[in-house]
């Protein structure tokens, strides 16, 4: 591999689903790549796509059109090296401990003996910060923790590329504040390279180093760009609020984030 390629390039992704009344189209003709250490973060209104792309990702929808490849080579299904992270809170076995939970997937793929499996869950659990929680039970661990387990599960596998698909989307304001920091603060030490969806306009920025823009269904690639230089220290700064914005305006054709907020909200005095 030549420094700098891709390892993820899909390339004119056009996605159908056949359905009894036809074929539907989900997705037309998006094109974006994540290099190494790389943050893709998909962001749209909801049925434009998104959840889509990370399954044709993932190897579970095949592409009508255009292709998908990994460090140059076509997906053509599923394969180890590349993980979906699903929202934590109900992943973990809770009759298995941190480290049962990590080793598990591992010795369920045939390829490695116990005590193989567990030093790859050890070693992946202590990459995470859990090193001290790793005889833990799942009930025991805070919603932070229970995530670090996840993403040590999905990276003992030494995946490529990790996919997350909205793991924060039922989870309350607070909560949903606490893991997109301690994603993101992981993300940035272990540099591992993501593909994310939401469609949250300040979690796609906070959590990607690129953003990538999708029309309402079918999606269609509206904008991408660089977002890299904001982190986590950037919350709520002007730069961060700009950006934003612009994401806004470039979604919904206009700049009253705010605005749409507060008009998204019952109105004030509606009790009264
Ligand atoms: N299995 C399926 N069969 C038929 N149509 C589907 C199927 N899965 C998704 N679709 C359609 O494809 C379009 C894209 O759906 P998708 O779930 O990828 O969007 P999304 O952007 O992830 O939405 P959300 O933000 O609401 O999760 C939608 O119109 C949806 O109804």
């Given at each position: 591999m030549t420094a700098g390629a891709p390892v993820l390039e899909a390339k004119d992704l056009t996605l159908d689903y056949a359905t009894p009344s036809g074929s539907v189209r989900a997705v037309e003709r998006v094109s974006f790549t994540v290099a190494k250490g790389e943050r893709l973060v998909l962001l749209g209104?909801?049925?434009?796509?998104k959840s889509s792309i990370l399954k044709a990702v993932a190897g579970f929808v095949a592409p009508a059109e255009g292709r998908i490849a990994l460090h140059g080579r076509p997906v053509q299904g599923p394969g180890p090296d590349r993980v979906v992270v699903f929202q934590?809170?109900?992943?973990?076995?809770?009759?298995?401990t941190v480290r049962d939970n990590v080793a598990f997937p591992l010795r369920a793929t045939g390829r490695l003996r116990a005590a193989e499996a567990r030093e790859k869950a050890d070693a992946a659990i202590a990459r995470v910060g859990l090193a001290r929680a790793a005889?833990?039970?799942?009930?025991?661990?805070?919603g932070g923790m229970k995530q670090r387990v996840a993403i040590a599960r999905a990276l003992a596998a030494e995946p490529e590329i990790l996919l997350m698909d909205e793991?924060?989307?039922?989870?309350d304001a607070l909560t949903r504040e606490t893991l997109q920091a301690e994603l993101l603060g992981l993300a940035e030490s272990l540099g591992f390279t993501l593909l994310f969806v939401t469609h949250s306009i300040d979690e796609a920025v906070l959590i990607g180093t690129k953003l990538h823009l999708l029309s309402a269904?079918?999606?269609?690639?509206i904008a991408a760009f660089d977002v890299?230089?904001?982190?986590?220290?950037?919350?709520?700064?002007p730069e961060f609020e700009r950006v934003a914005g612009e994401v806004h305006r470039l979604l919904f054709g206009r700049d009253d984030r705010h605005g749409a907020r507060r008009a998204a909200r019952p109105q004030e005095g509606a009790h009264a």
């Open positions: 209104p909801s049925g434009c796509g934590e809170f109900d992943q973990l076995l809770p009759w298995k005889d833990a039970y799942p009930h025991t661990l805070s793991p924060f989307a039922a989870l269904h079918p999606g269609r690639t890299s230089h904001l982190d986590g220290d950037s919350w709520g700064s």
